[in-house]
């Protein structure tokens, strides 16, 4: 049971830093490219940091079930747990006070905020919450990174637990 709540703790993280980064490096400039700044790139790119967002949340709930399991077995499991649930409110509050907000404000502007002048209201609050956006994401990121960190030091904490000390060969006091 221990080895497969490492294997599904560190799995999830693989899962949910690996969609930030690839949302962030391919998914949103790719979208950029075929589509542009109109009104279908804007539905693809909000409706996929959605679901990465739920991905994140699925993916912390398990991380944090898998951490209960390996409970004094994992490196500093109180950090770990910390990193966890900072990354899933984090994620959570992007979700319904970042994101939610940003496609209300871009229903309101007909569906493309890149209609509107830089000055108006609607825009500046639009584009102020996807600044927040990304540095809530960022540091998301961050955290997960700090949290691979402290789960790749407990190889060397099982090493200091289960090595017994080392046996030595040519004692003398033995042969007496």
């Known amino acids: 049971m221990i080895i497969a709540a490492r294997i599904f703790r560190l ?5 949910w830093l690996g969609g930030i980064v690839y ?3 391919v998914v949103a400039p790719g979208a950029a490219g075929i589509f542009g700044t109109t009104e279908r790139f804007a539905d693809f790119i909000g409706r996929s940091i959605l679901m990465l967002h739920m991905i994140g949340i699925y993916c912390g709930i398990v991380m944090l079930v898998a951490l209960r399991f390996l409970n004094n ?5 109180l950090w770990q747990g910390v990193l966890i649930l900072l990354m899933l409110v984090l994620t959570f509050v992007s979700n319904r006070a ?3 907000p940003m496609e209300h404000d871009r229903a309101l502007a ?3 905020i890149s209609i509107l002048l830089p000055d108006s209201p609607l825009r500046k609050d639009f584009d102020a919450r996807h600044q927040w956006s990304t540095r809530v994401e ?4 961050l955290l997960g990174i700090g949290l ?3 789960i790749g030091c407990e190889a060397g904490l099982r090493e200091r637990i289960t090595t017994a000390p080392p046996k030595r060969v040519f004692d003398l006091d033995d042969e007496a």
Do not use: D
Not at 11 to 15: E, T
Not at 73 to 77: C, D, G, I, N
Not at 138 to 141: D, H, K, M, N
């Open 110 to 112: 007909g569906g493309n």
């Open 11 to 15: 799995l999830a993280l693989a899962v």
């Open 73 to 77: 077995r994992a490196f500093k499991p």
């Open 138 to 141: 960022s540091t998301v990121l």
């Open 148 to 150: 691979a960190v402290l």
């Open 23 to 25: 949302f962030g490096a």
């Open 98 to 100: 970042i994101v939610l």
